[in-house]
């Protein structure tokens, strides 16, 4: 297994990390990307990425993080968890509560 990737990314002038595990998207299920606050105030976005659609790249992450702050995410907040998923046309959605990833969610 290869070792984790982890890279900054600034979205509406907030720093961020985001760390993908090795192999999270190789066919496996349950993998997430992990993305948190340079403040490290353990609010954790989980990105799911075992649809067909989705595509590791900056842009996807920046629009993870958009649609998770528009859906009541703040990474200022101690604590603050939310699992993201994408439907088949390749829109973000939140998992339900108890929901970890997107093929459960049925």
Do not use: C
């Amino acid at each position: 297994m290869a070792k984790a990737i982890k890279r900054k990314i600034k979205v509406l002038n907030e720093n961020y990390f985001w760390v993908l595990d090795g192999n999270s998207t190789y066919g496996q299920k349950e993998h997430h990307i992990r993305i948190h606050s340079e403040k490290l105030t353990k609010s954790i976005l989980y990105l799911d990425t075992y649809n067909w659609h989705f595509e590791v790249r900056p842009k996807t992450i920046e629009q993870a993080i958009l649609f998770a702050r528009k859906n009541g995410w703040n990474p200022e907040e101690k604590g603050k968890v939310m699992y993201l998923s994408m439907k088949n046309e390749g829109d973000l959605y939140v998992l339900p509560d108890g929901i970890k990833y997107g093929y459960l969610d049925k």
